[in-house]
């Protein structure tokens, strides 16, 4: 196949998926299942933060344990280098070096 | 006050680290990529203020022989542009703004900006391109970590955190997050902040940051 109507396959065939999935529950949903370093959906409560090991997370409106650190360079997740913690009313967060509570 | 040839010494040595290209205001790829990202943006209808961006914005893209590369492609008008733009090179480029070349904390602060989302490519590859594009929910679980990211090295150069919180709020709300995906921002960046305030090192950016200026500043004995 010529390369331009290859080409405009794969237009025709990128805004249909953007416009897709920037609109439609389902195509986003099946996306974001598919797509590695995307959380899965889980059930949480949206809004709730948790420690997951030493990383604070936070539950999206799609249920999903999204990590409140990003990844290095390298697509590592970063982590709280003196661990985790949740706040009284409940936000996770990194930490100090030697404890100590918020 | 981090003289902004320092932190660009740094910012080179952590290119070739960890294995990603520097493009630094002038290059013409830069142009390329700002109006493709424009173009992407006007697509999902989501604003984005293209002369703020030209000025202040880093942007982080994947290498050539990745699929994401046909992706960009495909954008409308300006995709080949974009992908040739990115085809120029086998490893994920950081495109760096003017600001940042004028200030080295600036500039500290869009390399680990952008650093984060190097490893979301490296990680999540073509897929989370288009997820990023798509999805205001991705787009946020992607921006947000990295503003923490933000809040960390600032308030370690000694920056209001909570002034920073509030900024990286207003920034992000230019970013077409949604409903859903502005509430997931904050609350990522509420971690953010309660690590701060309570002395933690979110990611351990912090003394990253401070290991880098002692070893580039460092006196030989």
Not at chain 1, 13 to 20: C, H, Q
Not at chain 1, 87 to 94: F, V
């Given at each position: 196949?010529?390369?331009?109507?290859?080409?405009?396959?794969?237009?025709?065939?990128?805004?249909?998926?953007?416009?897709?999935?920037?609109?439609?529950?389902?195509?986003?949903?099946?996306?974001?299942?598919?797509?590695?370093?995307?959380?899965?959906?889980?059930?949480?409560?949206?809004?709730?933060?948790?420690?997951?090991?030493?990383?604070?997370?936070?539950?999206?409106?799609?249920?999903?344990?999204?990590?409140?650190l990003?990844?290095?360079?390298?697509?590592?997740?970063?982590?709280?280098?003196?661990?985790?913690?949740?706040?009284?009313?409940?936000?996770?967060?990194?930490?100090?070096?030697?404890?100590?509570?918020? | 006050?981090?003289?902004?040839?320092?932190?660009?010494?740094?910012?080179?040595?952590?290119?070739?680290?960890?294995?990603?290209?520097?493009?630094?205001?002038?290059?013409?790829?830069?142009?390329?990529?700002?109006?493709?990202l424009?173009?992407?943006?006007?697509?999902?209808?989501?604003?984005?203020?293209l002369?703020?961006?030209?000025?202040?914005?880093?942007?982080?893209?994947?290498g050539?022989?990745?699929?994401?590369?046909?992706?960009?492609?495909?954008?409308?008008?300006?995709?080949?542009?974009?992908?040739?733009?990115?085809?120029?090179v086998?490893?994920?480029?950081?495109?760096?703004?003017?600001?940042?070349?004028?200030?080295?904390a600036?500039?500290?602060?869009?390399?680990?900006?952008?650093?984060?989302?190097?490893?979301?490519?490296?990680?999540?590859?073509?897929?989370?391109?288009?997820?990023?594009?798509?999805?205001?929910?991705?787009?946020?679980?992607?921006?947000a970590?990295?503003?923490?990211?933000?809040?960390?090295?600032?308030?370690?150069?000694?920056?209001?955190?909570?002034?920073?919180?509030?900024?990286?709020?207003?920034?992000?709300?230019?970013?077409?997050?949604?409903?859903?995906?502005?509430?997931?921002?904050?609350?990522?960046?509420?971690?953010?902040?309660?690590?701060?305030?309570?002395?933690?090192?979110?990611?351990?950016?912090?003394?990253?940051?401070?290991?880098?200026?002692?070893?580039?500043?460092?006196?030989?004995?």
């Amino acid at each position: 196949m010529p390369s331009k109507y290859l080409r405009a396959a794969l237009l025709a065939l990128s805004i249909t998926i953007l416009a897709a999935t920037a609109r439609c529950g389902p195509a986003r949903g099946a996306l974001m299942a598919a797509t590695p370093g995307v959380p899965p959906a889980s059930g949480c409560t949206t809004g709730n933060h948790r420690c997951n090991g030493a990383v604070p997370e936070v539950c999206s409106e799609t249920g999903r344990w999204w990590p409140a650190l990003p990844r290095d360079a390298q697509g590592a997740q970063r982590a709280c280098p003196a661990g985790c913690a949740m706040t009284a009313d409940g936000a996770a967060y990194c930490a100090p070096a030697g404890g100590g509570a918020r | 006050m981090i003289a902004p040839d320092v932190a660009l010494r740094i910012a080179r040595a952590r290119a070739e680290r960890h294995g990603y290209e520097l493009v630094l205001p002038g290059d013409p790829r830069r142009e390329a990529v700002l109006y493709g990202l424009a173009a992407a943006h006007a697509l999902t209808g989501s604003g984005w203020d293209l002369a703020y961006a030209r000025e202040h914005v880093g942007v982080a893209l994947p290498g050539v022989g990745s699929a994401a590369l046909g992706l960009l492609a495909a954008i409308p008008y300006v995709g080949p542009l974009l992908a040739g733009a990115a085809a120029t090179v086998e490893r994920p480029q950081v495109y760096l703004s003017p600001v940042a070349l004028r200030d080295g904390a600036v500039l500290l602060v869009q390399i680990l900006h952008e650093e984060g989302h190097v490893g979301d490519i490296r990680r999540g590859g073509p897929l989370w391109c288009l997820c990023y594009g798509a999805i205001g929910e991705v787009r946020a679980g992607a921006e947000a970590p990295c503003y923490v990211a933000d809040l960390a090295v600032r308030a370690r150069l000694g920056e209001d955190p909570r002034a920073l919180h509030d900024g990286a709020l207003a920034a992000l709300r230019g970013y077409g997050l949604g409903p859903g995906g502005e509430a997931l921002a904050a609350g990522v960046l509420r971690s953010g902040l309660e690590s701060v305030l309570a002395g933690g090192d979110p990611g351990g950016l912090g003394a990253e940051v401070s290991a880098e200026l002692e070893r580039v500043t460092a006196v030989p004995s």
